[in-house]
T-cell receptor
Framework: ETGVTQTPRHLVMGMTNKKSLKCEQHLGHNAMYWYKQSAKKPLELMFV???????ENNSVPSRFSPECPNSSHLFLHLHTLQPEDSALYLC?????????????FGPGTRLTVL | AQSVTQLDSHVSVSEGTPVLLRCNYS??????LFWYVQHPNKGLQLLLKYTSAATLVKGINGFEAEFKKSETSFHLTKPSAHMSDAAEYFC?????????????FGQGTELSVKP
């Protein structure tokens, strides 16, 4: 596998379920990101991890819980979600997390909350 | 505060004609600017980026963009559209003094290419 991979690609869950999204990067990068892409809205940065440490939490509700066990893997744990959380969740990685770094994106997980 | 405005939500061109996607930015510091493309059901792919070198930036697939500080613009152009260019395009700004690598995305411009 090359680049940034995300699983699952599609997820349907009820409001009481607990699920996790997984992201893996095969680029040797040290920074990883979660974004939310909703219809008709710009991409919203959710979390940033740099060298496994969380460096940004963009006022995300606690029903979203990120985990970064190492520089190659990033998870987003979901519980008690709301229908308005339905969106495309994109993972990205970059070399160092600097402002001029190119971020490489995965294909996303399409989440539907019933 | 940083912001980016894509002036057109949808642009339609005929195959073989020029493409112009407009972007204006606001930044307190020296900006880094990017254009990303997203094809249906795919992640975002970098087309090109400006980080302080030449103001005319060439990217992949024949796209280029010109950084104009006086106009706070970073418009994306291509001389001749191809059917495969149909996608969503995002203009993105990042302040160079921002150590967190935080990107601010525009609303996106959907490009349609007619045969």
């Amino acid at each position: 596998e090359t680049g940034v991979t995300q699983t699952p690609r599609h997820l349907v869950m009820g409001m009481t379920n607990k699920k996790s999204l997984k992201c893996e990067q095969h680029l040797g990068h040290n920074a990883m990101y979660w974004y939310k892409q909703s219809a008709k809205k710009p991409l919203e940065l959710m979390f940033v991890y740099n060298f496994k440490e969380q460096t940004e939490n963009n006022s995300v509700p606690s029903r979203f819980s990120p985990e970064c066990p190492n520089s190659s893997h990033l998870f987003l744990h979901l519980h008690t979600l709301q229908p308005e959380d339905s969106a495309l969740y994109l993972c990205a990685s970059s070399q160092t997390g600097g402002s001029t770094d190119t971020q490489y994106f995965g294909p996303g997980t399409r989440l539907t909350v019933l | 505060a940083q912001s980016v405005t894509q002036l057109d939500s949808h642009v339609s061109v005929s195959e073989g004609t020029p493409v112009l996607l407009r972007c204006n930015y606001s930044s307190s510091y020296s900006p880094s600017l990017f254009w990303y493309v997203q094809h249906p059901n795919k992640g975002l792919q970098l087309l090109l980026k400006y980080t302080s070198a030449a103001t005319l930036v060439k990217g992949i697939n024949g796209f280029e963009a010109e950084f104009k500080k006086s106009e706070t613009s970073f418009h994306l152009t291509k001389p001749s559209a191809h059917m495969s260019d149909a996608a969503e395009y995002f203009c993105v700004v990042s302040d160079r003094d921002n150590q967190g690598g935080k990107l601010i995305f525009g609303q996106g411009t959907e490009l349609s290419v007619k045969p």
